[in-house]
C-alpha cells in the first residue's frame, strides 16, 4: 500500500510538471501603465497646463476674491451681529447668500473650464501615447498592458509609466529638432 500511494504521489508530481512546463514556456509578459501619471509627467502636458493655468487666472482671481469677500462678510456679522440692526443683519445675510451664490457659479464655471482643458490635453497626447505604446509593445513584446488604477498591488518591475513618460518627451524633442 506504501509503494502504491508513492507511485500516486510520483504520478501527480509528474502530471504537474508537465502541465506546467508549458505554461512557463507560454509566460506572459505583462506591464502596466498609469496613463493619467505618464501624460501629466510629460514636458509637453506641464507647458499645456501651465499655459491653461495662465489663460483661467484671471477667473481664478476672481473666485478668490469674492470668496475672501463671503468670509469678511460672515466675520462680520459673527462680531458685530449683536449690536447690528435687524434690517442691516438681514442686509448683510442677503448680501451673503447672493454672494454665495455668485461664488458657486464662479466655482463651477471654473472647474468646467479645467476639465475642458484637461480633455484637450487628453485629446492633444491620446495618439502620442498610443505611438508610444506600440513602440513598446513591437520591441518588449507585451502580452497584456493593464491600467494601474484598477489594480490593487503591482510589483513595480512591470509599471512602465515612467519609460512611457521618457518615450513620449523623446518623440517630442525628435519633433522639436526636426521642426527646427
Do not use: W
Not at 508513492?6 to 512546463?21: D, N
Not at 458685530?80 to 464655471?109: A, C, F, H, T, W
Request: glycine share 2%.
Amino acid at each position: 500500500m506504501n509503494n502504491r500511494l508513492a507511485v500516486e504521489i510520483t504520478g501527480l508530481a509528474l502530471c504537474g510538471f508537465l502541465l506546467a512546463t508549458p505554461l512557463a514556456a507560454a509566460e506572459l509578459e505583462i506591464a502596466v501603465l498609469d496613463t493619467q501619471r505618464a501624460i501629466v509627467s510629460t514636458e509637453e502636458a506641464q507647458a499645456l497646463m501651465e499655459k491653461a493655468q495662465n489663460e483661467l487666472k484671471e477667473e481664478e482671481t476672481e473666485v478668490n476674491a469674492l470668496g475672501e469677500e463671503l468670509l469678511a462678510l460672515q466675520q462680520q456679522i459673527e462680531k458685530d451681529g449683536e449690536i447690528m440692526s435687524p434690517s442691516e443683519q438681514r442686509r448683510i445675510q442677503k448680501e451673503i447668500e447672493d454672494k454665495q451664490i455668485d461664488y458657486q457659479y464662479l466655482v463651477n464655471k471654473l472647474q468646467k473650464q479645467l476639465n475642458d482643458k484637461r480633455q484637450e490635453l487628453l485629446q492633444v497626447m491620446a495618439p502620442k501615447l498610443n505611438a508610444v505604446l506600440e513602440d513598446l509593445i513591437a520591441l518588449e513584446g507585451y502580452d497584456l498592458i493593464m491600467e494601474r488604477a484598477n489594480l490593487r498591488y503591482v510589483n513595480p518591475k512591470h509599471d512602465i509609466t515612467r519609460r512611457v513618460t521618457e518615450k513620449l518627451n523623446e518623440k517630442r524633442e525628435k519633433t522639436e529638432n526636426s521642426d527646427s
